[in-house]
């Protein structure tokens, strides 16, 4: 059995996908070292070897001593992570990340990037499709002042060897749709879609990176703040091991993710920032609300109307309200606070919010009542404006109490 430390696989991080800043002890501690290069990995068995003896060759002249590779495998079938991590005697500035948990190529770089010691963070593909002497390109423009250097298929000394014309295409119609939707981001780089660049620990640092899918660059383009951008050309090699991983499914995550920075980036986002308030959230919450009082009206109706099966009002009344609880409970789960509940999965932490959730809006229903009255009787003798009144305000509350105790970000350390 090989216990051997030094050998061991790198802890991942949980908790929000926020990268820190150096303390001033940590510079003074440790004096960081310059790259760290970050390389997911999902089935990449038969290149790992050859990328890291190739990127090492490379950066052991550049700059030696001072930037570790960090390879973030997703508990690959074909255990890409066990042949890693054999690898690190012999690559002493090799680091290896197994996730047996979260999935999918953004996440993994970002893991990496929070588990990473550099000044400026790196990522490139392990298929060698990114040619590995670019780095240093990429690394100068950096160190001449760019805040993010990024390797471009579309400047000059760019290309792509040999793609279908469908595949060129689609990836053209991408760079444009995405022009069109966030146009402050995708035009500031000639190749949005590349996932070969470095930026700068300090441009990133203490900003919640929240990427879908694979387009990471766009992420941190639209959320950290940025400066200059440089670019150096490349050309996109073939792959001679393995598989690409990019489906359809990747072009829906694209636009999605689109859409999303261009609401959390835009106008909601920015009033969200100026009154400190969760604009955004609060407005799908409440789009959720209004799906249960249609749940709740309609069952209601199932249950206690004399054409159907005519049970008595206050039992079909709880049952219906129950239901619709039940019914925003689950929109809210997977849409309003989607980047919650992704973070805490499984059956248990999900009966957990249900019942926060189900004690803070029966509250919240006899706040309802209470403000009904209090109104009516001692501030505005209408009933529909007093009802509205306290609509209003349980709703705000249901909202908040919910943030703060069903939804709640807990950050392990
Ligand atoms: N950890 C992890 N998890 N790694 C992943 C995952 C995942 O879910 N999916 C893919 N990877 C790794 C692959 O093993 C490879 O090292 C790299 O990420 C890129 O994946 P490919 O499947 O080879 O992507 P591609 O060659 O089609 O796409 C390339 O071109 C795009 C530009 O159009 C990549 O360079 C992308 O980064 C780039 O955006
Ligand atoms: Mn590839």
Request: hydrophobic share 45%; glycine share 8%; aromatic share 8%.
């Amino acid at each position: 059995m090989n216990t051997n430390s030094s050998n061991s696989l790198l802890v991942v991080p949980t908790g929000a996908l926020r990268i820190s800043e150096f303390t001033p002890e940590e510079i003074a501690k440790n004096n960081p070292i310059l790259l760290s290069l970050v390389i997911p990995t999902y089935k990449e068995r038969d290149n790992i070897e050859n990328v890291v003896n190739i990127l090492t060759g490379l950066l052991d002249q550049v700059i030696p001593g001072n930037y570790e590779l960090i390879i973030v495998d997703d508990d690959s079938p074909d255990r890409t992570w066990e042949v890693a991590q054999s690898l690190i005697p012999d690559y002493p500035q090799l680091r290896v990340m197994r996730r047996e948990e979260e999935r999918g190529l953004s996440s993994a770089v970002i893991r990496g990037w929070q588990a990473a010691t550099g000044r400026v963070l790196g990522v490139i593909d392990g298929d060698l499709q990114h040619p590995p002497k670019v780095l240093t390109q990429l690394l100068q423009k950096i160190e001449q002042g760019a805040d993010l250097a990024l390797a471009s298929r579309h400047v000059d000394g760019g290309g792509v060897s040999s793609w279908s014309v469908i595949r060129r295409f689609l990836s053209r119609g991408a760079q444009v749709l995405g022009l069109v939707i966030l146009p402050g981001v995708l035009g500031r780089v000639t190749d949005p879609m590349s996932g070969y660049f470095m930026v700068r620990r300090s441009a990133i640092a203490n900003t919640t990176l929240n990427p879908i899918g694979y387009k990471i660059l766009i992420e941190v383009i639209s959320r950290g703040q940025v400066g200059e951008i440089a670019e150096a050309g490349y050309v996109f090699r073939e792959r001679t091991e393995g598989e690409s991983k990019v489906t359809w499914k990747q072009y829906i995550e694209y636009i999605q993710h689109l859409i999303r920075l261009r609401i959390s980036t835009g106008r909601i986002g920015k009033i969200s920032k100026k009154v400190n308030f969760p604009v955004q959230r609060f407005l799908r919450f409440g789009l959720v609300g209004l799906s249960g009082v249609f749940v709740d009206m309609l069952i209601l109706y199932l249950l206690s109307d004399p054409t159907t099966l005519a049970l008595p009002l206050t039992r079909s009344k709880i049952i219906a309200g129950e239901i619709a609880i039940f019914n925003n409970f689950l929109w809210n789960d997977a849409w309003t606070f989607a980047d919650v509940s992704m973070q805490q999965k499984g059956w248990k932490p999900r009966l957990k919010r249900f019942l926060k959730f189900n004690v803070v809006c029966l509250a919240g229903l006899v706040l309802n009542v209470l403000i009904l009255n209090l109104v009516f009787n001692f501030l505005i003798p209408n009933r529909y404006i007093a009802n509205f009144t306290a609509i209003a305000i349980a709703t705000i509350w249901n909202f908040w109490v919910n943030l703060k105790l069903s939804w709640r970000v807990t950050e392990v350390k």
